[in-house]
């Protein structure tokens, strides 16, 4: 979740520029403060502040957590609100957004409890970030070969191969070839009940 280490510091980015403010009101309409928000979402509150004012750049797993936090959706957080709530997505409905280096296009329905985007990692894109967050996800490899770490595990999965794992395991998502990697992401903030547990008596 660390910003680009060549981008100005102090220089606003150019990308999502309506998301800063929003961050802002909603993490006040959530009656939160700095440091609690960030303590929340695994960030320093001096991140969070730069998130807040546009000297940083969000990325696609900041985004998750921050919208999980705030009780809404990554689309809804970046400003896209559609007239009705749909069954059915559109292909061509909408382009692709950015989200420090990621590209991602929503495949979901709007302002639900599980997240589905089709997501595009570029080569060397925070694949040293390691994540840990309630939940669960799956991911199926469309294109490329996607690197994720799972614990102290190492996978490479290829197009067709899928996972679905509890996303309090520490995993880091990378692509392992130059062109990047294409992939369905799914999100939900709902845990699977722990299969060893007993039932209670």
Same mark, same amino acid.
């Given at each position: 979740?660390?910003?680009? /280490?060549? *981008?100005?510091?102090?220089?606003?980015?150019?990308?999502?520029?309506?998301?800063? #403010? &929003?961050?802002?009101?909603?993490?006040? &309409?959530?009656?939160?403060?700095?440091?609690?928000?960030?303590?929340?979402?695994?960030?320093?509150?001096?991140?969070? %502040?730069?998130? *807040?004012?546009?000297?940083?750049?969000?990325?696609?797993?900041?985004? !998750?957590?921050?919208?999980? =936090?705030?009780? $809404?959706?990554?689309?809804?957080?970046?400003? *896209?609100?559609?007239?009705?709530?749909?069954?059915? =997505?559109?292909?061509?409905?909408?382009? #692709? /957004?950015?989200?420090?280096?990621?590209?991602?296009?929503?495949?979901?329905?709007?302002?639900?409890?599980?997240?589905?985007?089709?997501?595009?990692?570029?080569?060397?894109?925070?694949?040293?970030?390691?994540?840990?967050?309630?939940?669960? *996800?799956? !991911?199926?490899? @469309?294109?490329?070969?996607?690197? @994720?770490?799972?614990?102290?595990?190492?996978?490479? @999965? $290829?197009?067709?191969?899928?996972?679905?794992?509890?996303? !309090?395991?520490?995993?880091?998502?990378?692509?392992? $070839?130059?062109?990047?990697?294409?992939? @369905?992401?799914?999100?939900?903030?709902?845990? %699977?009940?722990?299969?060893?547990?007993?039932?209670?008596?």
């Amino acid at each position: 979740m660390s910003p680009s /280490a060549s *981008e100005p510091p102090g220089q606003p980015v150019d990308e999502l520029p309506d998301v800063a #403010p &929003r961050l802002r009101d909603l993490r006040r &309409r959530r009656g939160l403060t700095l440091e609690a928000a960030a303590q929340r979402a695994g960030l320093s509150p001096a991140h969070l %502040s730069r998130l *807040e004012t546009g000297h940083r750049q969000p990325s696609l797993p900041m985004l !998750l957590a921050l919208a999980r =936090i705030y009780g $809404t959706t990554v689309a809804e957080l970046l400003g *896209e609100h559609p007239p009705e709530r749909d069954s059915v =997505i559109r292909g061509g409905g909408m382009g #692709p /957004a950015e989200a420090d280096g990621w590209s991602y296009r929503q495949t979901g329905g709007w302002g639900r409890a599980m997240q589905a985007l089709r997501v595009r990692v570029p080569y060397g894109a925070q694949g040293d970030l390691v994540r840990v967050h309630p939940g669960e *996800e799956w !991911l199926y490899v @469309l294109d490329g070969r996607l690197r @994720l770490g799972l614990g102290d595990s190492v996978h490479e @999965l $290829t197009p067709g191969d899928s996972a679905h794992f509890d996303s !309090l395991t520490p995993h880091r998502i990378a692509s392992a $070839t130059p062109g990047g990697v294409e992939l @369905l992401f799914v999100h939900t903030l709902l845990q %699977s009940p722990d299969p060893h547990a007993r039932p209670h008596t």
